[in-house]
Structures are given as C-alpha cells and as structure tokens.
C-alpha cells in the first residue's frame, strides 16, 4: 500500500481514527475528511510529518467532497450517528452523504471504496437500521463495486457500548435488562474491524461483497453485563424492563443532549446482533477475532473500586 492515498470520511470517529492509524502503518497518505479541520489533528502523529492531512469538506456539498476524494486511491466511509438530534438526521448521516461520498468515487475513478454499515440492518424495523440499509442501496447505486463492512457492536478503549454502561454502573445502583436482557450480540474489537477494513482495500475479490463482521462470543444482553460486573468489580442489580416501559424511559431521556437511551434503541433490541450463519465474514478475509477478554479487562479495570491498581482477578 506504499505510495498509495486515502481518504476517510469520519474519521475522527471510534472506528474511523483506527483505520487512519493502521493506513498510516502500511505508508499511505491519508487525507481526513472533516467539517473542521482542527478536530483532525490529533491524528497526524500516526504517520510521518504531512502523512495524516486533515482537509475541510463540507459533506452537504457533492463539490467538496469530490474535491476530497479527488487523486485517492482508497475512499473510506465510516460517517454515522447512533441517535437523531436537531438538524442530525438518519437520512442525512446514513443515506445522503455516504450517496455523495460513492457518486465522487465513481467521478474520480477511486480503486477502492469501502462503506461501513451495521449488523443485521436488513432484520430490524429501526429507523437507525432502516436508514443504514438504505445508505447501503443508495451506495450500491452509486458505486457497485463497493465492500461493504457490517460489523456488530464495536467494543475498544473508547468505546461508547461498554464504557457508557461502566460509567452508568458507577452512580446507579440498578440498571435496566431490556426485554428480559435476551438480545443475542457478537461483539467485535475495534481494531478487527479496522483490519477487515485494510483487507477490503486491498483485495480486489471483496468488492461487491457484503461482509458481516462479530467476535467469537455470541453473548446475550444479560451476559454481556455480567461481563462488565466481573471486569469492572461493581455488581449492581438487573431489574427487567419490558420493552413498552423501556420506551416510556427512553422517550424521557431522550430530552437530554446526549441521550443514553433512545426509543429507537430499544427498537434495535427486539432484534439478535449476530452474523447468520451462511453470510461472508472475517474467516473470509484470513482474519481471526479478538475476544473480549483479551480486550476489556484493560480498559475496563479503570472503573473498577480503587482504580486500575486494584486488585483483578478472572473468573
């Protein structure tokens, strides 16, 4: 990948930044795509002086972001919002942009483009996963040689799943088991999906492809709390919350700025966040996933009573 250039879009985002970081390991120069610019910087120590650019672009204007892509050969789309807020919309974020994003790539001759989308938005009546299917059609339109990457939910040192629950975990003596907790997720490590990512660009046989990415645990809503309680060291207790009640809650959190719970969420629960079982995944692309508790423990001991220099103990 020496000598070659990228563009990412979102990529000071979760997942987004640790694709930056690993372009930036294999020698392309790497161009983030940002309505300001200055938000970008923290990412130029990835690579060498003038490796990692920062570059506005506005992403309401087709022209700009064609400006952006312009003398890539790698375009990376990682743009996305978990909940709607003011002028942030669904349509907007997951359908809209990532249409301007594939039109420019098809007007610059881009070698690879790659989408990020989201695990099992083709089984849920959520806005947020219709919105993400939708983004996946309208990207297909645009450029059909696209790889597309659904990834279940993504778990990291900066992750917004497991530390929002730490975080909640430490002030609440009681958190919420939507639906019984019974959801099934296979939660994948950040840097997988980064990897998955790379491995798209790269070889020309993913593309078109629709690639379906979760860790090696299928873990139920219930459990993956359980996790938190025995990495974090604080047990707290699970009260039930039926998902009309879970709603009635969220609506009223949802006045918030940051809003930890959302109605459409909730929605989202009612379906399993699994790879099917005949679908194109990691063992597709030679990859093998992390699991979670090669990762957590090292991020997760920080909410633990004492600190990171309390004692841990597995199992």
């Known amino acids: ?32 795509a940002t309505r300001v610019p200055e938000r970008a910087y923290f990412l130029r120590p990835a ?12 992403y309401n204007d087709a022209d700009s972001i064609k400006n952006a892509v312009k003398g890539c050969d790698y375009v990376v789309n990682c743009v996305g919002i978990l909940y709607e807020k003011g002028k942030q919309s669904f349509q ?10 594939a039109g420019a790539c098809k007007k ?26 939708d983004g996946e059609k309208a990207v297909k339109a645009n450029f059909p040689k696209v790889t597309i990457l659904r990834p279940s939910v993504v778990f990291g040192e900066d992750d917004d799943f497991f530390n929002r629950f730490a975080e909640m975990a430490r ?72 998902y009309p009640l879970a709603k009635v809650q969220a609506g009223l959190l949802s006045l918030l700025p940051a809003p930890p719970l959302t ?12 790879v099917p079982a005949d679908a194109l995944s990691f ?7 992390k699991a979670m508790d090669v990762i957590l423990p090292h991020y997760l001991e920080t909410y633990r009573p004492g600190g990171r ?7």
């Open 1 to 32: 990948m020496n000598n070659k250039t990228a563009c990412i879009f979102g990529g000071t985002g979760f997942i987004g930044r640790q694709i930056v970081r690993e372009l930036a390991k294999r020698g392309v120069t790497v161009k983030v």
């Open 108 to 133: 610059n001759d881009v070698k690879s483009f790659v989408h990020i989308s989201s695990l099992s938005v083709d089984q849920s009546n959520a806005k947020y996963a219709v919105s993400k299917l």
């Open 92 to 101: 907007h974020a997951h359908v809209d942009v990532p249409a301007r994003i």
């Open 171 to 242: 002030f609440v003596p009681a958190l919420p088991l939507i639906g019984g907790g019974s959801t099934l997720f296979q939660p994948v490590f950040v840097g997988d999906v980064a990897d998955a990512a790379i491995k798209a660009l790269e070889d020309p046989a993913t593309q078109g492809g629709i690639y379906h990415l979760g860790g090696p645990e299928q873990v139920s809503f219930k459990e993956i709390y359980e996790l938190l309680f025995e990495y974090t060291g604080r047990k707290r207790f699970l009260v039930n919350t039926p």
């Open 47 to 58: 690579g060498v002086v003038g490796q990692v650019v920062p570059v506005q672009c506005d």
């Open 309 to 315: 220099y309390s004692a841990y103990k597995a199992g």
């Open 263 to 274: 109605t459409d969420q909730v929605e989202m629960l009612k379906t399993d966040n699994v």
């Open 283 to 289: 063992e597709n692309l030679g990859i093998s996933p």
